[in-house]
């Protein structure tokens, strides 16, 4: 058990217990080991935010078990160092930013972990240099002064600067304009590779979770729907669309190629959609450049 | 933390107090609140808490909910108990210190606290069954000879729905905060008072900054649908006066005024 970071048994969850009760989670199984980078997919209201919370202690399971590190979340004394080890990054996390200056801010984590002066200098300089935030440039300035997509960079370097061994983000990209996007996201790959930190990302979005992840989770209604490689999960692009998911762009483009009768390879990310491409392009003699 | 209350919040319905006119229910639950603290027998007040559950029946609200939304009204009923049996002179039965509880402060305290809970039944009754929307028409329409006297009632009026209707936004954001902080180490559950005080800063400045935040978004979109304070504005559902809610005035003046002619009979 302990070889698995993270992992999920039979567990339930649901709100509002006793009135008008909502089933968030139904029966949920999951593993994540350590070191992997998963997607966990679905639309809104399948139960991904819960999922994300329980990660980290901060909702329990009402049945079944949550084991991160091969310690059982719902008792007391690990639900309350949970913090130490998983860093959970929440939905609009700009919103918890309340110090004077970006520096206390992200300081916020590694003071409550009792690091010395010096060691939370180190922290928070390392935390917004991982999302790409100079120290030395904004440290010193109000968080609230910050443009939006800075604001959640700060909130981010906020939890990195626990240096937790597994980071929950929940739809850290939401809200973002496409470079905030592709920049954060080529951030969290980067971090994933270099510091070997075992990451889930919560989104809607395929795309994201095609360009990054070893594996993907679909969930729907509460379920998994599927979990696996890309290759696996996106098979049925009607079952996705049922529940509110699509393809991601380089898949839906290959399969309209193949719908016009092009001998066209499944894939599911641009650059493979782009070798595709150029592989009819020569077959009918063209040149490539 | 903040699951489960619902302390002034609608919930929607079809039954009889649902329908009756939003004024009816301020104006009925006022008369039935001034009957109780001016009844003094407990037969009277027994009188009222069987018509503000009878009230309950016909709101057809579930019981178990309605009572855990008042749940921190209890802290306040039994304190008003506790403070009320130490603080009345009368036939000591014990003593606790240097303070003495006496039978007459017990009657005065159950009493009290009996009263209390009737009136929190009653108004919140009110604010269950009714939408902020209708409450503030209700306030609005019943102010509106004020207006005469310079008081800006229609601002008012929205000022008072758009409080209420924040109310559980407010608990929601509070309670993302809370998690939020709670992921970075701040241990709002810690038993040290120093350590919780030092805790409310993270808490208090996001949730105020979201509150300024909405309130901006909020009055731009207003602005951006035309809203203009002090002008007059009709509404989509004109408030109109019923049989039925002629009745229930009717019923909740005479209970009234029967107390008054009973309490206060040496007045005539």
């Known amino acids: 058990m302990s070889c698995k970071c993270i992992e999920f048994q039979n567990v339930s969850y649901m709100y509002n217990l006793g009135s008008r009760e909502v089933k968030a989670l139904i029966n949920v199984s999951l593993k994540i080991p350590k070191g992997e980078f998963v997607s966990v997919v679905g639309a809104s ?245 | 933390m903040f699951e489960g209350i619902t302390l002034g919040a609608y919930i929607p319905g079809d039954s009889l107090l649902h329908k009756f006119d939003p004024r009816v229910k301020i104006i009925g639950s006022l008369l039935l609140i001034a009957g109780t603290l001016l009844v003094s027998s407990p037969a009277g007040i027994l009188i009222y808490s069987i018509t503000a559950l009878l009230l309950l029946v016909l709101s057809h609200l579930s019981w178990s909910r309605f009572f855990k939304g008042l749940r921190f009204i209890y802290v306040i009923v039994a304190l008003s108990l506790i403070i009320q049996s130490f603080s009345v002179p009368g036939e000591v039965l014990w003593q606790v210190g240097s303070f003495n509880i006496t039978r007459e402060g017990i009657f005065s305290g159950a009493l009290l606290s009996w009263r209390l809970l009737v009136i929190v039944i009653l108004s919140s009754l009110v604010t269950y069954t009714t ?58 559950g810690s038993r040290n008072l120093i350590r919780q005080f030092k805790n409310l800063l993270p808490l208090l400045l996001p949730v105020v900054a979201g509150i300024l935040r909405r309130a901006d978004e909020l009055s731009e979109a207003m602005e951006a649908r035309c809203y203009r304070p002090g002008a007059h504005r009709s509404r989509m559902r004109e408030l109109c006066l019923h049989s039925k809610d002629w009745t229930a005035l009717a019923v909740t003046a005479t209970m009234l005024a029967v107390v008054v002619l009973l309490e206060y009979k040496f007045l005539f």
């Not at chain 1, 109000?142 to 700060?154: A, C, I, Q």
């Not at chain 1, 954060?184 to 070997?196: A, N």
């Not at chain 1, 483009?253 to 009819?280: F, H, N, P, Q, W």
């Not at chain 2, 509106?144 to 209707?165: C, F, H, K, N, Y």
């Open chain 1, 45 to 289: 209201g399948s139960g991904k935010s819960t999922l994300a919370k329980h990660c980290n202690g901060i909702l329990t399971p009402v049945e079944g078990n949550v084991f991160v590190n091969g310690k059982n979340t719902s008792q007391r004394a690990v639900k309350k160092r949970l913090w130490k080890e998983v860093g959970l990054v929440m939905q609009s996390p700009e919103k918890q930013l309340f110090e004077a200056t970006v520096f206390d801010d992200v300081a916020f984590g590694p003071r409550n972990l009792n690091l010395s002066e010096r060691e939370t200098e180190r922290a928070v300089e390392q935390a917004l240099h991982w999302v790409g935030l100079d120290s030395k440039e904004i440290g010193k300035i109000s968080p609230f002064s910050l443009s939006g997509g800075e604001k959640r960079r700060v909130a981010i370097a906020g939890i990195l600067a626990l240096s937790p061994s597994v980071l929950v983000l929940d739809e850290p990209l939401a809200g973002l304009d496409p470079s905030g996007r592709k920049r954060l996201l080529g951030q969290l790959k980067l971090l994933h590779k270099d510091q070997g930190i075992t990451v889930v990302l919560i989104t809607h979005n395929m795309d994201d979770a095609a360009a990054v992840s070893d594996r993907i989770v679909v969930m729907n209604e509460g379920k998994i729907q599927a979990v696996g490689p890309l290759e696996k999960v996106f098979l049925s692009a009607q079952e996705l669309e049922e529940m509110g998911l699509e393809l991601p762009f380089a898949a839906r483009l290959l399969r309209c190629l193949a719908g016009r009768g092009y001998r066209v390879s499944e894939g599911y990310t641009l650059d493979r959609a782009a070798e595709e491409i150029l592989k009819i392009y020569r077959n009918r003699g063209g040149h490539s450049v």
């Open chain 2, 131 to 188: 939408t902020s929307i209708n409450l503030s028409a209700g306030l609005e329409r019943m102010l509106r000879p004020l207006e005469r006297l310079g008081l800006p009632v229609s601002q008012l009026a929205m000022m008072m729905g758009i409080t209420i209707s924040f109310i559980p936004l407010m608990l929601e954001e509070f309670q993302s905060v809370i998690t939020a902080q709670q992921s970075r180490g701040a241990g709002f």
